[in-house]
T-cell receptor, first 114, second 112 residues
Framework: DAMVIQNPRYQVTQFGKPVTLSCSQT?????MYWYQQKSSQAPKLLFH???????NEADTPDNFQSRRPNTSFCFLDIRSPGLGDAAMYLCATSFGGRAYNEQFFGPGTRLTVL | AQTVTQSQPEMSVQEAETVTLSCTYDTSESDYYLFWYKQPPSRQMILVIRQEAYKQQNATENRFSVNFQKAAKSFSLKISDSQLGDAAMYFC?????????FGQGTRLTINP
């Protein structure tokens, strides 16, 4: 089945130690999104790639960066994680990125910062 | 700007009964869509139902239907014949040209 895969499902890192979260997709979608979801809160968009074009949300901290080496893969890099960055990180994809396009979500990576 | 408000943090319903989840929104976009997504425990978020804002007819998908009141900016989800597998967080969202914005979510519990 076509899907969105996130690895690892659970990640533990130390305060200030860089961490990378991975997302891959077999849907061949051209748009990939990264969301941050804190406990009991709505998912919040961090940034997205439309093809190779990177689109950062205005309120996304500089600590968060992303790479998309090819259509299938997208990475979320947190350069110096703080305790406030502990959250579930969701990757999603869509075809076209238009208003009517459904987004397909991965299962998420739960990040713990010690 | 887009905002979405779900005023019911938690709801519960007896199995086989009907439940309605509320959602109101605000958007400056003229062309937008409204969505309900479901996030089961420890599983990925999936689309439940989608409504085109320019269509007056309410969307329906099997046991799931919406009541879309554009003037009131209201978009509620009705689940008929509730099943145990419906237990999840439900997120209402609006998507325009820029991005998908979610509400805070409603946790739905199904009582057997």
């Amino acid at each position: 089945d076509a899907m969105v895969i996130q690895n690892p499902r659970y990640q533990v890192t130390q305060f200030g130690k860089p961490v990378t979260l991975s997302c891959s997709q077999t849907l061949n979608h051209n748009v990939m999104y990264w969301y941050q979801q804190k406990s009991s809160q709505a998912p919040k968009l961090l940034f997205h790639y439309y093809d190779k074009d990177f689109n950062n949300e205005a309120d996304t901290p500089d600590n968060f960066q992303s790479r998309r080496p090819n259509t299938s893969f997208c990475f979320l890099d947190i350069r110096s994680p703080g305790l406030g960055d502990a959250a579930m990180y969701l990757c999603a994809t869509s075809f076209g990125g238009r208003a009517y396009n459904e987004q397909f979500f991965g299962p998420g990576t739960r990040l713990t910062v010690l | 700007a887009q905002t979405v408000t779900q005023s019911q943090p938690e709801m519960s319903v007896q199995e086989a009964e009907t439940v309605t989840l509320s959602c109101t929104y605000d958007t400056s976009e003229s062309d937008y869509y409204l969505f309900w997504y479901k996030q089961p425990p420890s599983r990925q978020m999936i689309l439940v139902i989608r409504q085109e804002a320019y269509k007056q007819q309410n969307a329906t998908e099997n046991r799931f239907s919406v009541n879309f009141q554009k003037a009131a900016k209201s978009f509620s989800l009705k689940i008929s014949d509730s099943q145990l597998g419906d237990a999840a967080m439900y997120f209402c969202g609006t998507q325009g040209a820029q991005k998908l914005v979610f509400g805070q979510g409603t946790r739905l519990t199904i009582n057997p």
